[in-house]
Nanobody, 126 residues
């Protein structure tokens, strides 16, 4: 059973940067595709970015392209989301998620993911 723990959230001014992390408690981390999602108050959970198990394939939501970068370090069982040029509308709880994958797939679908973290709050002030 995989457990995911996010960290690194906080308060940042608009235009600033933040890096959040997701640590996984499983030895086979390199066999899981990973993703970041977010949920703002009163809104549905939405896709942010995803990365294949090897890190060679990535995919982003349009609203973060050019600002956010997803990456992973399989030796450390950790995934990252570097967020630059943050906007107040990026304020949300950010969740990491994972699904077992034999291929180099990525997914933007909430339903594809089997494991979820508890989330980390990111607040961007104007």
């Amino acid at each position: 059973q995989m457990q995911l723990v996010e960290s690194g959230g906080g308060l940042v001014q608009a235009g600033g940067s933040l890096r959040i992390s997701c640590a996984a408690s499983v030895r086979t981390f390199s066999r899981y595709a990973m993703g970041w999602f977010r949920q703002a108050p009163g809104k549905e959970r939405e896709f942010v970015a995803t990365i294949s198990w090897s890190g060679t394939a990535t995919y982003y939501a349009d609203f973060v392209k050019g600002r956010f970068t997803i990456s992973r370090d399989n030796a450390k069982n950790t995934m990252y989301l570097q967020m630059n040029s943050l906007k107040p509308e990026d304020t949300a709880v950010y969740y990491c998620a994972a699904y077992w994958d034999k291929f180099q797939s990525v997914s933007d679908s909430v339903g594809k993911y089997d494991y979820w973290g508890q989330g980390t709050q990111v607040t961007v002030s104007s």
